[in-house]
């Protein structure tokens, strides 16, 4: 019972810890100062990958980004850290 209370506590914490920072995002990026470091289409022109790249940080920044009329919204955009 102590452990699975130590556990459900840690997973508390972690989801506040990382609630308190906002999502990555194309637009928080080009503010921060980070580069199109490259740039991948489909042939349908449905999603793209967008590579950002900055001088002071040791990785790079992936954001994919999904257009589908049948999804509301419209388009999905999901950024992630590529250490």
């Not at 489909?42 to 954001?63: A, E, G, M």
């Not at 994919?64 to 850290?81: A, H, Q």
Request: hydrophobic share 40%.
């Amino acid at each position: 019972m102590r452990w699975s209370a130590g556990f459900i506590a840690c997973l508390g914490w972690i989801s506040t810890a990382r609630a308190a920072e906002p999502p990555l995002s194309i637009e928080r990026l080009t503010a921060d100062g980070w580069e199109i470091a490259g740039y991948a289409g489909t042939l349908d022109n449905r999603s793209s990958l967008i590579l950002f790249r900055r001088k002071d940080r040791p990785y790079l920044v992936q954001c994919s980004i999904l257009y589908d009329v049948t999804r509301s919204p419209r388009v999905v955009t999901n950024c992630y850290e590529l250490h």
